[in-house]
């Protein structure tokens, strides 16, 4: 695929230089040592900030017209209250009352500096705890709706995403009609699983909770990331914690479960939504990665993307999430 075909934005975060990541932090009182760190994020911008006679800071820069201001307050202030209720999420730091803080043409925020290691999602002690975690947290984001933020659903993560990736020349040519096929095919499903579960639930959730937004110590874990937070069915933050086959994510979605309903119900009409809502994302997912082409990050961290390989298995992905999608919901030993 040639390099015009993907040319549609200009390129993010060009003037984003180390001195700038600097004088930002430095500008809200938070003297520097010139230690700079990029970590693993691709969406925004962060950095862990060396700090003179003080402990690191972590500097999460926005990438521009993704999030309006609203919409990124709204991520504040829920993490702030999941924080408010003890719950071991990294909130951003307020600077004279302000989290989203403004340093030239820059927007960004300003938290501590948490470590941890990927969870042992095998572990069914791990399990329970995340559950129990995931519980607390949906009680608290249950008890009001965003004002600002999208909600998960079928159109914004599987319909528009979809129709972009075909519009804008991303399959190849050959593999074109079969995923058209495959893609219409999978979003008959998707919506039939919607129906089925008829008109479950919307709450506050993480939005993107994979084992890689959650950091493990000996105390538990630690949630972070939730630039991803949306309304939407609370099965949406259980079921990226299954993997394994059908059989075995039963057991693993009934171990989550035994520590979540410890203080949030579950309503199983939810257990139709897990192989829709795993469909949506995969969708998802390959648009993002070829809407933020331009940006230097994104052909480097996944050159695969431009393989005619990787389309082929997307749309064998999609026929097995058919498949998977009329074969039933999850069987629970408890029924739900």
Partial sequence: MSETMHDHDETPYAGLTPDRVLDAVEAFGHPVDGRLLALNSYENRVYQVGLDGAPPLIAKFYRAERWSDAQILEEHALALELAG????????????????????DLRFSLSPRHGGRSPELD???????????????HLVGATRAFEHRPALDIASFGEEPSRWLLANGWLPPDLEPAYSSVVAHALDEVRACFERAGAVRRIRLHGDCHRGNLLWTDDGAHFVDLDDARMGPAVQDLWMLLAGER???????????????????FDPRELHLIEALRTLRQIHYAAWIARRWADPAFPAAFPWLDDQRFWQDHVLALREQIAAMQEGPLPLASGG
């Fill in 85 to 104: 209720h003890e719950l071991p999420v990294v909130p951003p730091l307020p600077h004279d009352g302000a989290t989203l803080l403004r340093h030239e």
């Fill in 123 to 137: 572990d069914r002690a791990v399990l329970r705890r995340l559950g129990l975690l995931l519980g607390r947290m």
């Fill in 247 to 265: 059989d075995e994510m039963a057991v693993q979605l009934e171990t989550v479960l035994s520590g979540y309903r410890q203080f949030h119900d």
